[in-house]
């Protein structure tokens, strides 16, 4: 049976001189891994080779076993043209698209993650700043946490429960504890990362990601990576582009 659903791609290895596997986040069906036969061919029905990021509605037909969906039509807008302008940018979404296809399972829709994930793309693309991408690449992978159900506990402690507050002076991210530690609970834990309270507050409520200074944002950004490593068990590859000693 044909299916038709928007769809963005995360990932597209060449299969052969004509042919590519690519893997796809759809709207409604969630991702999919899929056979796009001739993509290559310049007059094909995919609107030629299929990169990430290429987006737009496409056909496919899913198989009754396990095993690759065929593409059979991607028409490819070029919404996505302008991330490519900037490195950083186009780095931010290459993580991001590392982590969708890594965190999410095949066939499992996640239409509000979807929907995020394209938000994401259009912000991070217009803007120039190195700062204002990272606070929306943070953003972005609360927002994935939350939808994927493994939110991290920002609002208190992890361990104590303590409300989060002003009177901390600092506070730690652990991965094991999954969220923010007191002061009074970090000894108990080996992981963790130290945090500016400005920069623990912004992960308490990201609206304020967009005021805290790059130097706070590479924390955060260091203290997702950090979760990240745990949960993947090895560094996201993009990692070397995000890390600030
Ligand atoms: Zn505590």
Redesign the pocket.
């Known amino acids: 049976m044909l299916e038709k659903d928007q769809a963005i791609c995360l990932r597209a290895v060449n299969y052969s001189d004509t042919s590519q596997v690519v893997t796809l986040m759809t709207r409604d069906h969630g991702k999919i891994a899929c056979m796009a036969k001739g993509s290559k061919r310049p007059k094909s029905a995919m609107d030629g080779a299929i990169e990430p990021f290429s987006f737009g509605p496409a056909v496919f037909t899913i198989p009754k076993e396990d095993g690759l969906t065929t593409l059979s039509e991607f028409s490819q807008q070029l919404r996505f043209r302008p991330l490519r302008q900037n490195l950083f940018a186009l780095n931010c979404g290459l993580l991001a698209a590392e982590l969708m296809e890594s965190l999410t399972e095949m066939n499992d829709p996640h239409p509000q993650l979807f929907d995020a994930f394209v938000h994401f793309l259009d912000l991070v693309q217009s803007v120039s700043q190195t700062a204002a991408q990272l606070a929306h690449m943070i953003a972005f992978e609360l927002t994935l946490l939350q939808e994927i159900g493994i939110a991290p506990v920002t609002d208190r402690?992890?361990?104590?429960?303590?409300a989060f507050g002003s009177r901390w002076k600092y506070a730690y991210f652990s991965s094991e504890a999954k969220g923010l530690?007191?002061p009074?609970?970090e000894n108990a834990f080996v992981e963790k990362i130290r945090l500016d309270i400005h920069a623990a507050a912004a992960l308490s409520e990201p609206q304020r990601l967009s005021k805290i200074s790059e130097a706070l944002l590479r924390q955060l950004q260091n203290a997702m990576l950090h979760h990240f490593t745990q949960m993947l068990h090895r560094p996201p590859k993009l990692t070397q582009w995000f890390w600030t000693k």
Do not use: I, Y
């Open positions: 402690c992890a361990n104590c429960s303590d530690l007191c009074g609970c």
